[in-house]
């Protein structure tokens, strides 16, 4: 029985992300000068000539995935707090939802702390399912031969980065920081940091402890949950985190 027009959509957007997710892990993996089309379409378990087909090619699939990157990114800055705002997501394909997806209408209207601890949350907690992604995404910015492609996506989102940007600032505003651009600035570089250091260590750096040491600094509540798949640290249990360099 020959399929429906709805059913071929959305064959094709299951091979389309069966691709693009394939291609981060690899991407992650092997780096991108070091995976191949044929490494990808065998972990998506499709023809090789479907990268083509819907990308045009390998340079356009690393596109796909930089703007995979910044729909997360975007989708940050507007997010409200765990009961409003979706809950972290459990695939890739759950990570390219849009900022407006993620974000609740009322998310401006809340409190600046509530706002504010709610992206720290969110930034971080990401680590728990996109932590791939971030991993492509931080050799794109650093390699002197896919610098420019990360530039030419960051040019394609330019109004969305912009949005986010402000949207952030309009926090550090409402909290009466004197400079709340220079504090975006330096919030944005501590959430790279900590992500960073994640990538570089593993399960050995102390995610949960460093996210409750970024709400101390910034003066908001302590949280009482701990974020996907870590768990509360023990007080007074006399252990000391270690980070340790990983595979």
């Known amino acids: 029985m020959a399929r429906s027009p709805e059913q071929n959509r959305v064959a094709r957007e299951r091979s389309r992300e069966s691709l693009l997710e394939a291609a981060i892990d690899v991407f992650a993996e092997r780096g991108i000068d070091g995976a191949t089309i044929s490494d990808i379409t065998g972990r998506a378990g499709v023809a090789q000539g479907l990268v083509n087909y819907y990308f045009g090619g390998k340079e356009q699939l690393v596109q796909a995935v930089i703007d995979r990157w910044f729909d997360m ?9 765990p009961s409003e705002q979706a809950s972290v997501p459990q695939a890739h394909g759950a990570v390219a ?18 706002r504010l601890a709610a992206i720290i ?36 989102h330019m109004a969305g980065v912009v949005a986010a940007e402000d949207a952030v600032r309009s926090i550090f505003r409402d909290r009466g920081d004197a400079d709340p651009a220079l504090e975006e600035i330096m919030l944005r570089s501590v959430l790279d940091g900590i992500v960073g250091q994640r990538i570089m260590y593993g399960d050995s750096y102390p995610l949960e402890e460093a996210r409750r040491w970024v709400h101390r ?31």
């Open 73 to 81: 990114l975007l989708g940050i800055a507007h997010s409200g707090p």
């Open 121 to 156: 949350d969110t930034a971080l907690g990401m680590t728990a399912v996109a932590l791939p992604l971030q991993r492509v995404v931080v050799a794109l910015q650093q390699q002197p031969t896919t610098r420019a492609l990360f530039a030419e996506g960051e040019r394609r």
């Open 97 to 114: 939802r849009s900022a407006e997806e993620q974000s609740p209408p009322s998310a401006a209207s809340l409190p600046p702390e509530v």
């Open 217 to 247: 600094r910034y003066g908001l509540p302590e949280p009482v949950a701990p974020l996907p798949g870590m768990t509360k640290p023990a007080p007074g249990s006399g252990s000391e985190p270690r980070a340790r360099a990983s595979r």
